[in-house]
């Protein structure tokens, strides 16, 4: 697979429903009531398409990077996923916010460990960058929990993903793309993976100025 075929593009119509049977081949532990169907792309389209990212292999979409623009404030951190996308439509996007939050990052199964998830990541970063802002904030999930629940709390296991000594898919993924974890999202998602946990996770712009 040569990196020339495989690009990534802002978000048109046309990706809406090729993007939902994506969402199903990326997240099959999720509930069916948290993933996103065509008419949410759709309005991700009308919304914030300079933002949302799509990655292509030739003409098929193999990746997705989608997320809004918000004043997130982080002495009122916790929230629930569904709540802060509005179920998927990302009407809480305000052009004028400060960080930009990560509604979704996901690569199909038979296209992963290729650098794909890192150039929606760029992409992200590139557009917050464009437009001066904070930087990026996400829940990000911890899939590999799943093998240690009976053995440690979720807490525990993050330290030791920090710390290097357990691997988990995406949030090695994530520290890796220069993310830090700022705190705990207790029931942000219904994920028996992550047992409904996830991480508060923050990329800050270095390029970021004040007006
Ligand atoms: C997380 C995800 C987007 C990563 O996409 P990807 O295209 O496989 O990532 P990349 O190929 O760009 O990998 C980037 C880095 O992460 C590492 N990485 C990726 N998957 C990994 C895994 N399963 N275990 C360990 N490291 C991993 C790669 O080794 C690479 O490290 P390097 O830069 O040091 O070489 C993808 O695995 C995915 O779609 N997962 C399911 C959906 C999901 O959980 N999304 C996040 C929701 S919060």
């Known amino acids: 697979m040569t990196s020339d075929i495989i690009r990534t593009t802002t978000i048109e119509?046309?990706?809406?429903?090729?993007?939902?049977?994506?969402?199903r081949d990326c997240f099959p532990t999720l509930g069916e009531a948290e993933l996103m169907r065509e008419e949410h792309f759709l309005n991700h389209c009308r919304l914030f398409p300079e933002g949302n990212f799509v990655a292509l292999c030739r003409d098929r979409v193999i990746g997705l990077g989608s997320g809004f623009l918000i004043d997130f404030?982080?002495?009122q951190a916790q929230h629930r996923f569904q709540e802060i996308i509005d179920g998927g439509y990302y009407s809480n996007h305000d052009p004028a916010g400060a960080?930009?939050?990560?509604?979704?990052?996901?690569?199909?199964?038979?296209f992963r460990r290729r650098g794909v998830g890192s150039m929606l990541y760029e992409a992200r970063k590139g557009i917050v960058k464009n437009?001066?802002?904070?930087?990026?904030?996400?829940?990000?999930?911890?899939?590999?929990?799943?093998?240690?629940?009976?053995?440690?709390?979720a807490h525990e296991y993050v330290k030791r993903v920090i710390a290097g000594e357990i691997n988990d898919s995406t949030l090695s993924f994530q520290l890796?793309?220069?993310?830090?974890?700022?705190?705990?999202?207790?029931?942000?998602?219904?994920?028996?993976?992550?047992?409904?946990?996830?991480?508060?996770?923050?990329?800050?712009?270095?390029?970021?100025?004040a007006k």
């Open 99 to 110: 960080w930009y939050y990560g509604g979704d990052i996901s690569v199909h199964p038979d």
């Open 176 to 209: 890796g793309r220069g993310f830090e974890v700022r705190g705990m999202l207790d029931d942000y998602i219904e994920d028996d993976a992550s047992d409904n946990w996830a991480t508060l996770i923050v990329w800050d712009n270095p390029s970021f100025k």
């Open 131 to 153: 437009l001066n802002r904070r930087g990026i904030v996400a829940g990000g999930l911890i899939p590999g929990f799943a093998a240690y629940k009976g053995s440690m709390s």
């Open 73 to 75: 404030d982080f002495d």
């Open 13 to 23: 119509p046309r990706f809406a429903l090729p993007l939902e049977q994506l969402q």
